[in-house]
């Protein structure tokens, strides 16, 4: 059910932005009276980068410093992560993990025309330690980041959902015979 609700807070964050405004795609669209979306999408794609390498190095403070004063942080089985404190606490877990290795690249990103909000819709894959195991496990999935430009010029998420794919398949027994 969890995996539900992070599905409809992402859906419907995105239908009430594109509601208000129209989005830009990554074909360099620039009229005079919009944002150069081409210019955005970059900046998102850098900022993405920066934020894997910062798991990379289990930095959580750098981490909890990719979001927005009023973001929200939804991951799977956790609670709703609302303010900073909460947001820095789950990142701390994630990236105290020994076994943490995330890799993840947006599959879209999306400007609004004004310039002043982006998605990013992308796929991970991230090996963590398993709770109830104790043992490395890997999990695919999906996510969905909300960015708002700060007034300083920085992009910083407002929302990022994080979605899991489904479980594996079973390993097929070997054929005896």
């Not at 789950?90 to 002043?116: H, M, Y």
């Not at 894959?125 to 104790?134: E, F, G, L, Q, V």
Request: include cysteine; aromatic fraction near 6%; hydrophobic fraction near 40%.
């Amino acid at each position: 059910m969890k995996h539900v609700t992070g599905i409809a807070i992402a859906a419907s964050a995105l239908v009430m932005l594109s509601g208000c405004h129209r989005w830009g795609h990554h074909d360099g669209y620039h009229d005079g009276h919009g944002a150069d979306v081409a210019a955005i999408e970059n900046q998102i794609r850098a900022v993405e980068t920066q934020w894997q390498a910062d798991y990379a190095a289990h930095n959580a403070d750098a981490l909890a410093g990719h979001y927005a004063k009023d973001a929200a942080l939804i991951n799977p089985g956790a609670a709703l992560a609302t303010d900073a404190a909460a947001r820095r606490a789950a990142l701390g877990q994630i990236v105290a993990d020994p076994n943490l290795n995330l890799t993840f690249a947006s599959d879209r990103v999306l400007v609004a025309k004004s310039g002043e909000l982006a998605t990013s819709r992308g796929h991970y894959t991230m090996r963590m330690t398993d709770p109830a195991t104790k043992q490395p496990k890997t999990e695919n999935g999906t996510y969905v980041t909300i960015y708002r430009k700060q007034e300083d010029g920085s992009w910083k998420a407002v929302e990022d959902a994080v979605i899991p794919g489904a479980p594996a398949a079973p390993a097929k027994p070997a054929a005896t015979g």
